[in-house]
């Protein structure tokens, strides 16, 4: 009996590339095919996605005739509300054997395995996905052991299945190890390292084959099952540029990006004043940033760069808006750093060169890294080219002690000012910095007092 697999990973909402890859694949399919997705489809930076939970996402998935997808981290970052409404509305299984919520109950629709019937074959599917260490507590997940899940699901359904398929959003790092001391995985489909295979490979009899990342490719493997031996026949990766565009998937887009559009543009409400935004300079909607982490992280000082926005806010607030002029799924973050530092960071940060600096890393959606801000209970007194001093609640900071800082994520990573890494006890929340500017920007008292410089030019001392 023989079997084709078509199979994509780690889209992460590149959709205009993936209307590309659907036409790949309706081409491709043969009458005894199976569909399959490796995870990180939907990366809610997709205004699509933010404006109909991720149903928009569904609905691309069933156009094109998928039969299953695993888990990838993407689809956890809008939280486990929204992976619960489009696990539970999805006609095709959201697949995941080691993710639970973080009391270990199941969520609601995601399967652990499921077993598939194609040309009298039973397919067992099964995935695995990505622990995300530091952020599961804020994000509301456990992560099991994936090799422990796998070997359970395994022998859960040992005598029910032909055919045993693992969706791996763990990374093609783990595969080698996997095929070696799992000798019953037949395939191993890969992603979240978004690593391209070629053709497809084979260790210890089992296949391996990884198709990069945004849709740039579709990979193929064909398979013969005869006498309970897998056989590989062929296989590609093939790539979707110069391929025309699924017109159907464009129509899905259109629709869901109007109805998102609709959705998201509802007024939230009015600015008492406006919140203008600068990359080098000083500005009120940073500082505001940085008051609200500090006022709902509950730390000593608040930091932030102004890499973290696009553009100022002006009039009436709606969460088209703040998508918009806060795309990054950063999160709230504490961690504590010693006032030397700290200084150094905001030392650097009186470099226009730093500021304009390219500010990508991880989670980040802007351009420049920006000029670091500080809450209003905290003074930085500096010429232009040096920090003289940092006057916290009427006091300088100490180089040798701790401080607890609230920031985000992207900071504590030391992305754009490096000494800021040097931290400990971080500790992530599951909401984004978006959000807190949702919740603070509606409250006079933090909109007033964003208007109040932080950072001070020394005064010369006269003879």
């Known amino acids: 009996m023989r079997l084709r697999i078509l199979h994509t990973n780690d889209i992460h909402s590149h959709f205009d590339q993936f209307a590309k890859a659907s036409t790949l694949i309706k081409h491709s399919t043969q009458e005894h095919t199976l569909i399959l997705d490796g995870g990180d489809f939907a990366d809610f930076r997709s205004i699509e996605l933010q404006g109909t939970k991720g149903m928009a996402a569904i609905e691309l998935l069933e156009e094109v005739g998928y039969d299953a997808l695993t888990i990838g981290n993407n689809e956890m970052f809008n939280g486990i509300d929204t ?252 961690f504590d750093v010693l006032g030397k530092d700290i200084k150094e960071a905001l030392e650097q940060a009186l470099d226009a060169q730093t500021c304009l600096a390219d500010g990508r890393g991880p989670g980040f959606r802007g351009k420049f890294a920006g000029r670091l801000h500080v809450s209003s209970n905290t003074e930085v007194v500096h010429d232009g080219k040096r920090v003289h001093d940092v006057i916290l609640d009427g006091k300088s900071l100490e180089d040798d002690r701790w401080y607890s800082v609230a920031s985000s994520d992207y900071l504590q990573r030391g992305s754009g000012y490096p000494s800021l890494a040097n931290n400990r006890n971080d500790q992530y929340q599951a909401e984004e910095i978006k959000d807190v500017i949702r919740a603070y920007a509606n409250r006079s008292e933090f909109i007033d007092q964003a208007y109040l410089n932080r950072w001070k030019l020394a005064t010369p001392v006269k003879v």
């Open 83 to 334: 992976l619960e409404y489009m696990a539970s509305n999805s006609s095709l299984p959201f697949i995941s054997n080691n993710l639970v919520k973080k009391d270990v109950s199941p969520i609601k629709g995601v399967f652990p395995s499921v077993i598939l019937h194609k040309n009298n074959l039973r397919i067992l599917i099964t995935g695995s996905s990505p622990d995300m260490g530091v952020f599961n507590e804020g994000l509301g997940v456990h992560m099991h052991s994936y090799k422990e899940a796998i070997v359970n699901e395994i022998e859960r359904n040992k005598g029910k299945y032909d055919l045993c398929i693992l969706l791996n959003h763990v990374g093609t790092f783990a595969d080698d190890e996997l095929a070696k001391e799992i000798p019953e995985l037949d395939v191993i489909l890969s992603a979240h390292d978004h690593k391209l295979y070629k053709e497809a490979k084979i260790i210890e009899g089992t296949i391996l084959n990884s198709a990069g990342k945004y849709g740039e490719y579709v990979g193929i493997v064909d398979i013969e099952i005869k006498d309970q031996q897998v056989t590989l026949l062929h296989s590609e990766t093939i790539e979707t540029n110069g391929v025309e565009s699924d017109e159907r998937i464009l129509d899905i887009l259109k629709v869901n990006k109007e109805r998102a559009i609709e959705a998201l543009s509802q007024p939230l409400y009015k600015l008492t004043q406006p919140l203008w935004h600068d990359v080098i300079g000083e500005n009120p909607l940073t500082n505001l940033i940085a008051d609200g982490l500090r006022d709902l992280l509950e730390c000593e000082i608040g930091l932030m760069n102004s890499g973290i926005a696009n553009a100022g806010l002006f009039d009436d607030i709606s969460n088209k808006k703040l998508i918009e002029i806060c795309p990054s799924p950063l999160n709230p973050t504490t």
